[in-house]
């Protein structure tokens, strides 16, 4: 099933919604996800949140614009953790090598827990990225939330139970 908002009306139900994907995860995964949005939203409070639950991940992408491309930072969610996602991670800055992965594009920074994303240098990859966004943050206003796609098939959100011995 794919969803997607092209118009200006607002989805009344988008946070059920959301809390809906994010309620598939563990309790400890899916409240980082649910604290990693409040700190992300803090940070970029003009940017539009655009929601894919696809097969491999849950995604919140904080974007200057609807268009996927104009992203910034994602949050990225599996069964085994939660990330933050670079949509431009291999031109940022990273003296510390915090950042994961050897795309042409993207990296990525694992959030085991909130205090890995407040930290001074998380905040300043993330502060980074929003200043090399090739369409810059509104100045004002509020930015909404969309949800892009939902996959009918996904892979599980929670770690298989191991099996008593």
Not at 99 to 110: C, M, V, Y
Not at 129 to 140: D, F, G, N, S, Y
């Amino acid at each position: 099933m794919k969803s997607s908002s092209k118009t200006s009306m607002p989805d009344p139900n988008v946070e059920q919604r959301l809390a809906e994907f994010i309620d598939k995860f563990d309790p400890a995964h899916a409240k980082l996800i649910r604290q990693c949005r409040v700190e992300l939203r803090k940070l970029m409070p003009t940017a539009i949140e655009l929601v894919y639950d696809n097969y491999n991940f849950f995604v919140i992408g904080y974007c200057t614009t609807p268009r996927a491309s104009d992203c910034i930072v994602s949050i990225a969610a599996a069964a085994n953790g939660v990330g933050i996602s670079f949509y431009q991670g291999a031109s940022l800055p990273d003296p510390d090598g915090l950042l994961q992965g050897s795309g042409k594009q993207n990296r990525f920074l694992r959030v085991p827990d909130i205090k890995s994303l407040r930290a001074p240098k998380a905040l300043a990859l993330i502060a980074a990225a929003i200043a090399q966004a090739k369409t810059p943050l509104p100045l004002k206003g509020a930015g909404g939330t969309v949800i892009q796609s939902i996959s009918g098939k996904q892979r599980p959100r929670r770690k298989p139970e191991k099996a008593a011995s």
